[in-house]
């Protein structure tokens, strides 16, 4: 395996559309979503490890998740983890990473992508890593994937490149969530694409990006030079971390950056943000109910989706498009149509029932 390739897997999100499985305590991430027997972090840690050796892959996660880490993933050692001791969105754990790779190895080749993503054709998604890895080792290019889209979809950016013929795509526009008469105009370009968030670059092009166009932000994490991978590097880190800007890698470098390129990929990728994504990705019975944990029997039920503890008994009667979703001591019973306000009700629960049960 390539010892200049690694991987940094973004893993400090809260999930809180999944709530009440996915909480402040136990987010998505660490849980086994479509019951395959192992965590989204696991698998995607497992996909990585076929392409880049497992001790240069590194987890970015909340302080407050390390131990979970550790038990999902026992490979992993503590120099592999990235600890960060606030939320300030993806730039600063990007620049806080590729620093760490660059202190390690200068010519490391590095891909930033979620924990909590699906995807189904894993082959092809190495082999478009792979050509990408190829792209930047070559280039000083800042790439993306850019997944082809299959309808209309208001729940993700979109990404515009040109119309040249070779694989690899400039990148002309990236563009935030559209309303749908700005989606079904998207796909009839024909030149758009679903912004994925999963970025390929070296090391040496990612810092170049940061000095230029974030450059209090890379001042404060090059103070850290000599503390990345050493014993001091989680105290310059937590003294530190906290200043920096709170500002995601597109707004502060992917929409400003020239050289900037997107590899159109398909291999069925799902990025499992809510309740009804992962109704997609769930077998169904003949009346498009998916179950997981529990043992249901429907009656007059269809298109619902129905999550409980393993081996819980359920009776559905009457129930058409519905999430319902059992974990330990609370219930939620949710119209499909009325799943993007499950993050206000989670602030309803905060306020009743108290901060445990989110």
Known sequence: ????????????????????????????????????????????????????????????????????????????TSKQLLL????????PCILYSAFK?????????????????????????????????????????????????SSPNTGYGYIQHDTSKSDIKKVLNFTEKPNLETAIQFLEEGNYLWNAGIFIWSVKSILKA????????????????????TAS????????????????IDFGIMEKAAGVFVLPVEFGWNDLGTWGSLYQKLEKDNHQNATVGGQVIYRDANNNIVRTQSGKRVVIQGLKDYIVVEKDDVLLICPKSGEQEIKQITSDVKTKFGDEFV
Request: overall charge negative.
């Open 1 to 76: 395996m390539n010892k200049n390739y690694y991987a940094v897997i973004m893993a400090g999100g809260v999930g809180t559309r999944f709530w009440p499985l996915s909480t402040q305590k136990l987010p998505k991430q660490f849980h086994d979503m479509l019951g395959t027997g192992s965590t989204l972090i696991q698998q995607t840690f497992n996909r990585f490890e076929n392409l880049i050796p497992s001790e240069n892959i590194l987890i970015a996660t909340n302080k407050k998740y390390e131990d979970l880490v550790q038990q999902q993933l026992p490979k992993v």
């Open 84 to 91: 960060e001791p606030a939320m300030r969105n993806t730039a």
């Open 101 to 149: 790779i660059y202190n390690e190895n200068p010519d490391g080749i590095m891909i930033i992508a979620p924990s909590d993503h699906w995807i189904d054709d894993e082959v092809t998604f190495l082999q478009n890593i792979q050509t990408s890895f190829n792209f930047c080792a070559e280039n000083d290019a800042l790439m993306t994937l850019g997944i082809k889209p």
């Open 210 to 229: 940061f000095k230029t166009h974030l450059p209090t932000m890379y001042t404060l994490f090059s103070k850290g030079e000599k503390s990345y991978n």
């Open 233 to 248: 590097e989680n105290t310059f880190i937590e003294d530190n971390y906290a200043c920096s800007e709170n500002i995601s």
